[in-house]
Protein backbone atom coordinates (compact mmCIF):
# COMPACT_ATOMS: atom_id res chain seq x y z
CA UNK A 1 0.00 0.00 0.00
CA UNK A 2 2.85 2.35 -0.67
CA UNK A 3 2.48 5.01 -3.63
CA UNK A 4 5.54 6.70 -2.79
CA UNK A 5 3.15 9.66 -2.39
CA UNK A 6 3.13 10.87 1.53
CA UNK A 7 0.25 12.29 1.39
CA UNK A 8 -1.62 9.58 -0.61
CA UNK A 9 -0.49 6.71 1.47
CA UNK A 10 -1.79 8.87 4.67
CA UNK A 11 -4.85 9.10 3.26
CA UNK A 12 -4.90 5.16 2.87
CA UNK A 13 -4.09 4.74 5.79
CA UNK A 14 -6.92 6.90 7.44
CA UNK A 15 -9.74 5.42 4.85
CA UNK A 16 -8.60 1.57 5.12
CA UNK A 17 -8.57 1.82 8.89
CA UNK A 18 -12.50 2.89 8.94
CA UNK A 19 -13.37 -0.02 7.40
CA UNK A 20 -14.48 -1.72 3.95
CA UNK A 21 -17.76 0.55 4.36
CA UNK A 22 -16.35 3.59 4.58
CA UNK A 23 -13.55 2.72 1.75
CA UNK A 24 -16.53 1.75 -0.92
CA UNK A 25 -18.05 4.60 0.49
CA UNK A 26 -15.09 6.87 -0.37
CA UNK A 27 -14.99 5.09 -3.53
CA UNK A 28 -18.02 5.91 -4.36
CA UNK A 29 -17.66 9.67 -4.18
CA UNK A 30 -14.62 10.16 -5.44
CA UNK A 31 -16.18 8.27 -9.02
CA UNK A 32 -18.88 10.97 -8.75
CA UNK A 33 -17.12 14.07 -7.84
CA UNK A 34 -18.31 14.49 -4.28
CA UNK A 35 -16.23 16.88 -1.66
CA UNK A 36 -14.89 14.69 0.56
CA UNK A 37 -12.97 16.82 3.64
CA UNK A 38 -10.42 13.60 4.23
CA UNK A 39 -9.10 14.30 0.39
CA UNK A 40 -9.38 17.73 -0.19
CA UNK A 41 -5.93 18.52 -0.16
CA UNK A 42 -5.13 16.55 -2.90
CA UNK A 43 -4.25 17.15 -6.67
CA UNK A 44 -6.70 15.39 -9.35
CA UNK A 45 -3.93 13.42 -9.91
CA UNK A 46 -3.32 11.79 -6.39
CA UNK A 47 -7.11 11.17 -6.14
CA UNK A 48 -7.22 9.22 -9.55
CA UNK A 49 -3.62 7.80 -7.73
CA UNK A 50 -6.02 7.07 -4.73
CA UNK A 51 -9.16 6.02 -5.94
CA UNK A 52 -7.12 2.79 -7.78
CA UNK A 53 -5.13 1.63 -4.61
CA UNK A 54 -8.52 1.71 -2.72
CA UNK A 55 -10.25 -0.32 -5.72
CA UNK A 56 -7.73 -2.93 -5.65
CA UNK A 57 -7.34 -2.70 -1.98
CA UNK A 58 -11.28 -3.92 -2.49
CA UNK A 59 -10.57 -6.99 -5.08
CA UNK A 60 -9.53 -8.80 -1.75
CA UNK A 61 -13.27 -8.35 -0.75
CA UNK A 62 -14.89 -9.54 -4.36
CA UNK A 63 -17.97 -7.82 -3.49
CA UNK A 64 -19.12 -8.63 -0.13
CA UNK A 65 -18.58 -5.39 1.60
CA UNK A 66 -20.78 -2.62 -0.21
CA UNK A 67 -22.17 0.89 0.13
CA UNK A 68 -25.33 1.62 -0.75
CA UNK A 69 -25.90 5.28 -0.85
CA UNK A 70 -28.34 6.96 0.90
Known amino acids: MLTNDEQIDSCLENIC ?3 CQ ?4 IIYQIEHEQII ?3 E ?3 IKQKIVL ?3 LKD ?3 VYSGSCTYHER
Open 41 to 43: HLT
Open 51 to 53: LQE
Open 22 to 25: VVNQ
Open 57 to 59: IMI
Open 37 to 39: DII
Open 17 to 19: NQG
